[in-house]
């Protein structure tokens, strides 16, 4: 049954292809679940005031003299002089409280800023707060796109599996539908997975990388759902913590 008004959710694969989309008055909801919206997710968790997601290594470098702790990770490392990685663990120090942070991941901030700058809001959605975003979603009268950051602009499965789960939720809420084949493909691959997702991506490309540098816990941690009550929204190209700066 179509239910007058209902809007629409939609998923996007990839950053490359994000101009296909009608952004325009639409919530985007980026997801890099391994692992920068993780991070982002736990860093907020854990009292971050702001994070500003940025492109470049040289970009990020010019915050820390204002004060910022510097993030980030190329080939899944941390950058040499930076002050944090891209391990959700790192951003649970005591340090992270009340600090401002900029970012630079190979994949999630690039999608950020690939964005068209007519959607109406960017929010950032994981596992780790998963049923948070997705009421806050319901709760908002705009079509939603929820854009997966994928490897260098290709598919990936775990951005898919979370898009999927999403998707989910907004539609057995009913108050959005189901517009486009690619919502459909990752809600039925989430409702495959989500009994054990860790399982299901063992062949993943991205966890086989990871797996590399030994960080399978960070895997684990990133898979778990509702860990966080977080709900990273973008202001003036800060990303900033909606319940924090709502309540
Ligand atoms: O690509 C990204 O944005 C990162 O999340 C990748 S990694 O998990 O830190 O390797």
Redesign the pocket.
Known sequence: MQIINQKTVEVCFSPALINLFDCKGATIVVV?I????S?ICVAFEHGAESIIPLASIEETIKYKEKGYLIAG?R??EMIEGFDL??SPFGFMENRIRGSKIALT??????AINAIPKDAAEIVIGSFLNLNAISNYLAEQDRNVIVLC?G?KNKFNLEDTLLAGAIVNRLRLNQKHTIDCDSAVAAEYLYLKAKDNLFEFLENSS?RK??HK?HIES?IKYCLSPNQSKAIPVMRDGVLVNYKEKSE
């Open positions: 890099d391994l692992r920068a919206t991070s990770e080939n899944g990685g891209n991941t190979t994949n999630g901030t690039q950051s490897f991205h990388r990871l540098l960070d």
